[in-house]
């Protein structure tokens, strides 16, 4: 029998080579934080004393719970803003600020990484020494909040466009209030969108390194500085366990993020 | 809903509001930094200086005459180079790969497309130091050479270019399969059979119909992958062992050590600037493709 046509050979093997060179690294490091030898590149038997050790590290802790409190804040900022906006570029045809305000919001993904962290660095830098502004942590929620609108933003843009808007037409036309008919009707339908968009923007803004890196100072350490600060004195059990903690929140995100977003049968 | 003009703007006015205070202000407030005078103790004197962009091709001898240092164009030059080595390293992985997928049933798609998400939302630093487990000396493969009887060493390929490599496509790869994917999903197979009736061969399916059909996908995920990749900081960092090999390094560098803002803010306006003729050529390229679809 002949081939099926568009079918090339060895593509199979390609893609789970693919899947491999995905997954091998994360793999080797989550088996290596169970390894209980100190020397961590050197297999000495299966053990959790790692973890135990990670959690009762008082700076991680601290560092957990900074990058907890700026990924919350900055997450609720980030998808108000991102909702507000959507509302607009979505259903205004006719808006003449749509294409604008389409680029100020795409800006943040276009913008190398580094490169909005040390204009972002100058620019607190300077409001505290000429204005004597300076929030700590606050800081770090202002400028995540910044690159996680985006990431909001897109989600509930695309559920908007598939939503359809003759329920709330209807809710206007029976006497319900501009702010009612949001809130018991646009919302309500919205909310997929909605949580699909927080939970990128709380993922991105938690492993945020190189901005959070730049602009953080002492007692402002988030989770990702802070393993940074360990990978650099170098290869140990501790710095495994704290990265598969990590992997495990950001996988457990984005898994529950996909069913909750996916297109549903109907 | 009736809405007026004012109550669009009053919409976007978040938006605009944070995005443009904190993140478009600081880019021209940088714009200036770069022609200011460098204040040793980090930070900068007011004042004009176009200081910092001599310093990017020149160095001074002893008689304060100009000398040419190319030091910081090699710089530019190795990161432009690793990251279009990158992107194309990523095409040639991700094309077969976005296709297979593309071809499955809708179930074992999405699956597939999950598996390609969860690591593009991994931290990047965690998934990039994994790496050194498995480069470095003493390492998973270096290991495994041992126990073949080798000396240990043997495979060691932490702090080169390389390694610098290998941790780029890896960071950047879903990039590449994801816009390729979206574009390949939407073809109609039907083509390739049409083609193959023809008495096409397979590689000439491949070259006159799927690589057409992709090239959205191939041009939104290789600007996707170059991008990031020239400003690349955790992956020469880590792996290079941050010897200052890239933009992104020397960016940093700047602020985080040498305490030169004036330059550090320089290198940066470079880099925004290839940023935004990649862009340019990626709306060129967008407009081609509208063209020749419109000539159907």
Known sequence: MRAPVGHYPGLKLWTALFFVFLYAPMVVLVGYSFNDNRLAMIWGGFSTRWYTKVFSTSGIAEAALNSLMVAIVATSFATAIAISAALVLVREAKFKGAGPSMALISMPLIVPEIVTAVATLMFFVMLRNWVGFDLGLGNIMIAHSVFCIPFAFMPIRARLQDMDVTLEHAARDLYASAWNAFRHVTLPLLMPGVIAGAMLAFVISFDDFIITQMISGPGTTTLPVYIYSMIRQGVTPEVNAASTILIIVSTVLVTVYWYVSRPKKT | ?296
């Open chain 2, 1 to 296: 809903m009736q809405r007026t003009a004012t109550s669009n703007w009053l919409g976007v006015a978040p938006a605009w509001f944070v995005i443009g205070i904190f993140g478009v202000l600081p880019m021209f407030i940088m714009l200036a930094i770069s022609f200011m005078v460098q204040d040793p103790y980090g930070g900068v004197e007011w004042g004009y200086s176009h200081e910092a962009y001599i310093q990017f091709l020149f160095e001074y001898d002893l008689d304060d005459s100009l000398l040419f240092n190319p030091i910081y164009i090699n710089i530019m030059l190795r990161s432009m180079g690793l990251a279009a080595i990158t992107t194309v390293l990523c095409l040639i992985v991700g094309l077969p790969v976005a296709y297979f997928i593309a071809r499955q049933p809708e179930e074992k798609r999405n699956l597939f497309m999950l598996l390609v998400t969860i690591p593009f939302w991994t931290n990047l630093l965690i998934r990039t130091y994994a790496w050194i487990l498995i480069l470095t000396r003493n390492g998973v493969i270096d290991a495994r050479f041992q126990a073949l009887g080798f000396e240990p060493g043997t495979f060691d390929l932490l702090y080169t270019n390389e390694a610098i490599l290998i941790g780029l496509v890896y960071s950047y790869l879903p990039f590449m399969v994801l816009p390729l994917y979206a574009s390949l999903e939407k073809m109609d197979f039907r083509l390739i059979e049409a083609a193959s009736d023809l008495y096409a061969s397979k590689w000439q399916a491949a070259r006159h119909v799927i690589i057409p059909l992709a090239k959205p996908g191939i041009i939104a995920g290789s600007l996707l992958v170059f991008i990031p990749s020239i400003g690349a900081f955790i992956a020469p960092d880590l792996l290079g062992g941050g010897k200052r090999l890239m933009l992104g390094s020397l960016i940093h560098f700047q602020f985080a050590t040498a305490r030169n803002w004036p330059f550090g803010a320089a290198v940066s306006i470079l880099l925004m600037v290839f940023v935004m003729v990649a862009l340019l050529i990626y709306n060129r390229a967008n407009k081609g493709q509208g063209v020749a679809m419109g000539g159907h």
